[in-house]
């Protein structure tokens, strides 16, 4: 019994594996999407789903301008993991989003709720006029570009726009 609980402690001790994401590109990204939004995190509060299997995130974005669809001027995002109590749930592949920070996000309507599309692949972190994809290059699979197209990658705000008005 006892080795058995060793076993467990240590393999729960292990350091979770970061996610391997499929490269994409802006344009493929824009054309999968419901709606992009550039905006502002305003809150967040986690919660138990509905069924008790899993932790979310309720993130409020205060939107400053729709690139793509007409989400409205705030949107709520649903994503996965999060803290509830004395219990937690972290999702390698969930975009991170912090209070205050200014994001571009790649979203889709699920049932009556937004969600990032592509997970961390759908967020964009503004600074002043750059956007910085929450996804590294060493974290995403080489995948062909069609012509025209640009990876995710970091690059202005005025380009990334560009892009996605753009995308057909």
Do not use: C
């Amino acid at each position: 019994m006892h080795r058995a609980l060793a076993l467990f402690l240590a393999a729960v001790a292990l350091p979770a594996a970061a996610a391997t994401f499929r490269s994409t590109t802006i344009e493929e990204a824009a054309r999968s999407s419901d709606a992009v939004v550039r905006g502002r995190v305003e809150r967040q509060a986690s919660r138990v789903e509905a069924d008790g299997r899993r932790i979310v995130t309720d993130v409020v974005i205060a939107v400053s301008s729709a690139w793509k669809g007409s989400p409205g001027a705030r949107v709520t995002v649903t994503v996965p993991g999060g803290v509830v109590g004395d219990v937690g749930m972290w999702v390698s592949a969930a975009p991170r989003l912090a209070d205050g920070e200014e994001v571009v996000l790649f979203l889709y309507r699920r049932g009556g709720g937004w969600r990032v599309n592509g997970l961390a692949l759908g967020k964009f972190r503004v600074d002043g006029d750059r956007a910085e994809p929450d996804v590294d290059e060493d974290e995403q699979l080489a995948a062909p570009l069609r012509a025209g197209e640009a990876r995710l990658a970091r690059t202005s705000v005025a380009e990334l726009e560009r892009r996605v008005r753009a995308a057909r």
